[in-house]
């Protein structure tokens, strides 16, 4: 006569779990237009946002202020806004169209002139490496992997300071944590699809050019020279120094949307837009550890908490957020506890478009997320 | 159980009270238990203790049992906390605080970061900081904009506002997001123009400084800023150390092109840099005060969850009281030995920083709906206290209102936990969007509370207003 639900392992409530994010602190309005993307600043004082008017708008986290904006582009949406993952610097990294944005966002109380200083020494030693580039690369004949330049006065003067264009409609950029390497994926770039940057020598390559499948998302692993690739279906994750394949993740998603790598390295959740929200945990199995369906439409953004609260996220166009619990231990024999804690619910759906991009707080379980309904909201 | 025992309501009619009061001047002569009728309301109360003070003008008094305040009969009060009429009573009487109403709004250009009252003899004036970059100063009596600091271009702040305050009646110090402190002169003669000029721009801060503190008598101020530092300044020229040049606009291209824009005429201000810098805090320092009767001790608020205590002539942290959670404001209640603290989790922290106590909180004042950015104490009373929050409130709490709370549920700490007496909403907003989500439109950002002037408050608005109690006392 055992119950058998005795015997599961009792899970922990969510009122055991704080502190995470349960209420709207803030609203950010002024764009026109879907905002498609979030970052909050290295600082934690900050969040950049872009969105499908073509403007980079900078706003205080904690009033909703807005310190500062840049139109990027007349006729190209800003699909993807990232600031640079450095103390050191202040460099918001947005791409619009084909082309990404470097910009160090003048007269914000970041931008001392220390700050400053070293940020246009990052922006510029490129062009030093650039102009004393031995003449024996491989490509001279054909056309540049990219285009690194400095853009126009108009551009220059409110800080926008280095462009690099690739072939095709940047979709994702994303950092490797020393903030020298980036790469962008542009999904419809067929063998350009994912580029890997080098932003000190404005240098671009292209190692993945036989891909099977249309890359969707792309990551750096946080503490290894690896990299992982997302294409509908698959993800792949790459040795870089050794140039090899590593591991097939087959979540069983029919359209991967987004992926996020655990700060440990060894899990991935995974979100699609059929809806599912999947844990990876690498070590284990090349399927899923746990599928999680909590969405009524598609999963657009999924992300781990970065500064040790074992929180993660996911974003969708039902027009909520989800606020997970999920512990990893470092123990091999041990599985990670998942725990669903919040959905959180404001973001207006529109044009069938929900909530498009979500970032976390470096520390606080604070996250920000980016709406259709051209709003951004502060959760805490 | 007595189910059976006759006349329970006749039994219950009277209950043996004890009256007791932490307000010194208004101390009852005896202090033995008294046989009250269990139908009195707060008011016969009131009549009563005034009755066995023989005031000769009567005070209106608010009655605590068990640190919950009596709205209803005592009868009432008793059979809804379960009390039983058997015992003696205590009851607790304090000074009633009446209702504040709003008197007076104050209209500027865009959002107000900060306000500060200088209340003396001969004049009250409010000083406001704001995110256009200016400060303001206004007449009390007929709201009069007096005057305004000068534009970014004449020597101005290049950036918001973030905090102000009297140094005397002739001198402000503020500061903001351009990394600086300011030091002003304000001349206000009778029959010419008021004026605000500069006279001092201290450097060292690496991001914004979102708190000052000042310390008249030795012309010092504190600062908490987001580079994780508390500064500590001098407001004079002579004895302040020289800036550090990698710090000042001309360190910066950026500011050096924007300054080609300024005035040519414009006399360069005297820059210097700080006392000392004080290091310990991991995050974002939100607030600091001077200790009340001592310069040469700090605190400070900070994100990183902890009240710090400095030892300013030695640049020492002296001791680390950390909470649950990130902290926005500070104040200090000097008599009752506590500092209250405003978190973004919505309440009000007051802990003990003295060496003797052991508690992280002493006490919990719950009931904002969003971060508590400000916080003042009530010039009248020591238990009083203001703050101010991001979801759009002020509140008004008397921390002998407070009740036991089991740790643990719903997420609190456990321990004393207070609620507030009266709430203040902005005027001239509508009711829906007093409450609104995220605070939009109405969020508070700074608040102070002079005997005379009333409880004064600054928000997303673009408003300063005036709340004070009218009517009888
Ligand atoms: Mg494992």
Known sequence: NIDPESLLPKLPSPDELRPFPTVCANIFRDHQGRVRSVSVDPTGTLVASGADDGYVRVWEMLTGRQLWNKKLSDDEAVDVVTWRPSKDTAIIAAAAGETVYFTIPFGLHTVNPEIEQASREVLDSGFGYQANKPTTETNINKEPTATWSRPSTSLTNDGVLLTASVRSTIKVITWHRRGDYFATVSPKGQSHAVAIHTLSKHLTQLPFRKLKGLAQTAQFHPSKPIFFVATQRNIRSYDLSAQTLLKIMQPGARWISSIDVHPGGDNLIVGSYDRRLLWHDMDLSTKPYKTLRYHQKAIRAVKFHQGGLPLFADASDDGSLQIFHGKVVGDLMENATIVPLKVLRGHVEKGALGVLGLDWHPRHPWCVSAGADGSCRVWC | ?473
């Open chain 2, 1 to 473: 159980m007595e189910l059976d025992a006759p006349n329970e309501s006749e039994k219950t009619s009277q209950v043996r009270i004890k009256l007791t009061t932490r307000d010194s001047d208004v101390q009852l002569l005896e202090t033995a238990p008294i046989l009250v009728s269990t139908a009195l309301r707060r008011y016969a109360l009131s009549t009563l203790v005034n009755n066995l003070l023989e005031s000769e003008k009567p005070v209106p008094f608010e009655f605590l049992i068990n640190g919950q305040f009596l709205r209803t009969s005592i009868d009432e009060f008793l059979t809804a906390n379960g009390i039983s009429a058997e015992r003696t009573l205590t009851v607790e009487y304090v000074r009633a605080l009446i209702p504040p109403v709003h008197i007076s709004s104050y209209e500027h250009d865009d959002w107000v970061s900060s306000v500060n009252v200088l209340a003396t003899d001969s004049r009250a004036r409010i000083l406001s900081s704001s995110y256009d970059g200016l400060l303001r100063i206004w007449n009390t009596t007929n709201t009069d904009l007096l005057a305004t600091s000068p534009s970014a271009r004449d020597n101005g702040h290049t950036a918001a506002v973030k905090a102000v305050k009297w140094l005397t009646e002739k001198k402000i110090a503020s500061s903001g997001d351009d990394r600086t402190i300011r030091i002003w002169n304000y001349v206000e003669d009778e029959g010419s123009a008021a004026a605000i000029t500069p006279v001092l721009e201290l450097y060292g801060h690496k991001m914004t400084v979102g708190d000052i503190a000042i310390h008249t008598p030795t012309s010092q101020i504190l600062s908490a800023s987001a580079d994780g530092r508390v500064g500590l300044w001098s407001t004079s020229k002579t004895t302040a150390p020289t800036a550090p040049t990698s710090l000042l606009p001309t360190a910066s291209s950026s500011a050096n092109k924007r300054r080609k824009l300024a005035k040519a005429d414009n006399k360069q201000v005297s820059q210097r840099g700080p006392l000392s810098m004080l290091d310990g805090h991991t995050d974002v320092v939100s607030s600091t005060i001077f200790k009340h009767d001592d310069p040469t001790v700090g605190y400070s608020a900070s994100w990183d969850h902890s009240v710090r205590t400095w030892d300013l002539t030695t640049s020492r942290l002296v001791d680390t009281r950390t909470t649950l959670h990130p902290l926005l404001s500070l104040t200090e209640m000097p008599q009752v030995s506590l500092l209250a603290t405003g978190t973004t989790a919505r309440h009000i922290t007051l802990l003990d920083p003295r060496a003797s106590s052991s508690k992280v909180s002493a006490l919990t004042l719950r009931g904002h709906a969003n971060a508590v950015s400000s916080l003042a104490v009530d010039p009248k009373s020591q238990f009083g206290l203001l703050s101010g929050s991001h979801d759009g409130s002020c509140r008004v709490w008397d921390i002998r209102s407070v009740r036991s709370v089991a740790s643990g549920g719903g997420g609190g700490d456990g321990g004393q936990v207070g609620e507030s007496v009266y709430v203040i909403y902005r005027e001239g907003v509508e009711g829906v969007k007093q409450r609104a989500v995220g605070g939009e439109g109405v969020k508070v950002f700074g608040v102070d509370w002079r005997e005379g002037v009333g409880i004064v408050s600054a928000g997303e608005d673009k408003r300063v207003q005036v709340n004070r109690p009218e009517g009888k006392q």
